[in-house]
């Protein structure tokens, strides 16, 4: 069982930046693959980033890549998002998300755990 809790949402202007934090409870964490996922009002939830158990691999949709960056660190068990040049459009709720075994899915519904969310608003 992981418990997961994001923190540093807010609102902030076009081109600001963000960084989100997700601290998971467990002494397995290092296992995990670890995900963030966006959903905006009348949207799907769609995947923004997903990192290895290592770290060493991870994936990012042409939507958001270059200008996001998933890091975590096991010692701490806590996975991050850092996000620039942020768009209006990135407005939404952002998830933080666990698994194991398996590649760096998309598809939510793979994902065996979820954090309650943090909003993430950017005005134009």
């Known amino acids: 069982q992981v418990q997961l809790v994001e923190s540093g949402g807010g609102l902030v202007q076009a081109g600001g930046s963000l960084r989100l934090s997700c601290a998971a409870s467990?002494?397995?964490?290092?296992?995990?693959?670890m995900a963030w996922f966006r959903q905006a009002p009348g949207k799907e939830r769609e995947s923004v980033a997903a990192?290895?158990?290592?770290?060493?691999?991870?994936y990012y949709p042409d939507s958001v890549k270059g200008r996001f960056t998933i890091s975590r660190d096991n010692a701490k068990n806590t996975v991050y998002l850092q996000m620039d040049s942020l768009k209006p459009e990135d407005t939404a709720l952002y998830y933080c998300?666990?698994?194991?075994?398996?590649?760096?899915?998309?598809?939510?519904?793979?994902?065996?755990?979820w954090g309650q969310g943090t909003q993430v608003t950017v005005s134009s």
């Open positions: 467990g002494r397995t964490f290092r296992n995990y693959i």
């Open positions: 998300a666990a698994r194991t075994g398996g590649n760096l899915a998309t598809d939510s519904r793979t994902y065996d755990y």
């Open positions: 990192i290895s158990p290592s770290g060493l691999t991870t």
